[in-house]
């Protein structure tokens, strides 16, 4: 009898962790969704990054890019996963979903789950393919543009972290 109940003790522990670890992962989840819904509402940013790659938030990376990389990388981004501005209906009406799915009188916890597995998804391909591109010129650079994109992402981050 001992032992079941240390059992039980030790299953409902690894359930709490389990409930707070998904917590902490959906809290997660959503700050990183309010961000990219964010970018997409404002128009802020570098003026000479194009707007795909800063929504792609490479943050440091898109920064230290030279101007021509950025577009290129840009115009790829544009190419194979939409602009944002393309994508905006779709994401649109994963929020609508999800809005009226928490305001409903009974909760769809597999609504609620799936719509925000949705909206993940969606940011997951474009930062993906991002990373990709980002990935494919660094490869390609020579010595001296490596050199140069090391500097420039250097300067990236002092910046960043003086106040």
Do not use: C
Request: hydrophobic share 40%; net charge positive.
């Amino acid at each position: 009898m001992g032992d079941n109940m240390g059992d039980v003790k030790t299953k409902v522990s690894t359930g709490r962790w389990v409930k707070v670890l998904l917590a902490v992962s959906l809290g997660l989840n959503m700050l990183i969704l309010g961000a990219v819904g964010a970018m997409v509402y404002t128009h802020r940013g570098d003026a000479q990054q194009p707007r795909d790659l800063r929504d792609a938030s490479y943050g440091p990376y898109s920064r230290a890019l030279s101007p021509q990389d950025r577009k290129i990388i840009g115009e790829a981004l544009r190419r194979e996963a939409g602009s944002l501005r393309q994508n905006l209906p779709k994401i649109k009406e994963t929020f609508q979903a999800l809005i009226l799915a928490l305001q409903a009188e009974e909760y769809d916890r597999d609504a609620v789950h799936g719509l925000i597995a949705e909206q993940q998804a969606l940011g997951l391909k474009r930062q993906q393919i991002g990373q990709r591109l980002l990935l494919e010129r660094l490869d390609s650079m020579t010595v001296e543009e490596r050199r140069a994109f090391a500097e420039r992402l250097q300067l990236t981050l002092r910046r960043r972290r003086t106040p």
